[in-house]
């Protein structure tokens, strides 16, 4: 089982690595890919220095699984080169995720649907893939009818040069901005960039990709996306109307038993989840689970997710898993 890590050099390349190990994952060759700026470069993984190459060179190897997080323009130019050989590409960009013959995986939900002939897979949104595990069981249970979700997003889903400009903001030091304001002591209601109708992409990919993960086009969505100071995970407060109404119980029950989901829902003993709790873990937290009076059927929920590990390299690596443990690359 010859692997592939595109993009090793960048944040999440290095939590991909990071939870390759942590998870055992059974490769037997590891290849470290990434822009021509960076070969040639030395990272030390698994107690070796390995060398990182490029992508015709990655390509010529001929590795089984190649996962990718290197941007959409990459992804777009080379995931069609290394399937070409036979690889099996998961990819964490935008890129191949609306695309109507390419399928869009969270491995609790919709693993089922792969095939040996699905040879680019995309990785869904960091903030979608938390919040849809969430609402998997319930609309299995309730149907949903729509979605009201804000989110409260870490600067870490924004890269290393936003991370790089609240540790320079809090220090006081004048540098390069990732945000078009200060980040520090500030919320940004900006992720992604605008549209003519008045939203971002990042809410938008929060609409067509919920819908196309729960296999259900009739579910209204509408979305706010907001950056925070914070570096350990997503956050979403998400309200949800059902088309048949549910047991608060039951709610917690369904959640409870899903894998993937650790519910944290004690108020009274300040038990909620938060992202300084959920950084470098790879379980979806649920708390604040309460109906929503003003509205019949409707449920209030708060979820948080480390967005470099549920929310991109767990998610990927969790898809190698399935292909591997079921013959499919």
């Given amino acids: 089982m010859k692997i592939a890590v595109v993009g090793a050099t960048g944040l999440v390349g290095g939590v991909m690595l990071k939870s390759l190990l942590e998870r055992k994952f059974p490769f037997t060759k590891i290849y470290l890919v990434a822009s021509e700026r960076s070969i040639g470069k030395i990272i030390e993984f698994n107690n070796s220095k390995l060398e990182v190459i490029g992508m015709k060179q990655a390509i010529s190897l001929k590795p089984d699984i190649a996962i990718f997080s290197a941007g959409g323009s990459t992804s777009l ?26 399928k869009l995986i969270v491995p609790e939900i919709n693993a089922s649907e792969l095939t040996k002939e699905d040879k680019i897979i995309a990785n869904p949104n960091c903030s979608t893939i938390q919040m849809v595990l969430a609402l998997a069981p319930l609309h299995r249970k309730y149907k949903i009818k729509r979605i009201v979700v804000s989110t409260y997003q870490s600067v870490t889903g924004s890269g290393v040069k936003a991370v790089e400009q609240l540790e320079n903001e809090r220090k006081g030091v004048h540098g390069e ?8 002591l500030n919320c940004i209601p900006h992720g992604g960039d605008f549209e003519d109708n008045g939203y971002t992409t990042e809410e938008t990919k929060l609409v067509n990709e919920t819908r196309k993960i729960l296999g259900d086009q009739s579910i209204n969505v509408t979305a706010t996306v907001v950056r925070i ?22 709610v917690k029950k369904l959640l409870s038993e899903f894998p993937g989901i650790t519910i944290q829902d004690d108020p009274e003993n300040n038990n909620y989840p938060m992202p300084k709790n959920a950084h470098g873990k790879d379980d979806v937290f649920v708390g604040r689970i309460r109906r929503d009076f003003s509205q019949a059927k409707s449920l209030n929920f708060w979820v ?26």
């Fill in 229 to 250: 100071p914070v570096y350990g995970g997503h956050s979403e407060a998400v309200n949800v109307e059902f088309e048949n109404d549910f047991d608060l119980d039951e």
């Fill in 304 to 329: 948080v997710s480390d967005n470099l590990r549920k929310g991109a390299a767990t998610n990927a690596i969790q898809i190698a898993e399935y292909l591997v443990k079921n013959n499919l690359a």
């Fill in 77 to 102: 130019k080379w995931a069609p080169e290394f399937a070409k050989v036979g690889t099996t590409v998961i990819d964490n960009s935008s890129a191949w995720r609306m695309h109507e013959d390419k």
């Fill in 177 to 184: 901005m990732a945000y078009p304001h200060p980040i520090d």
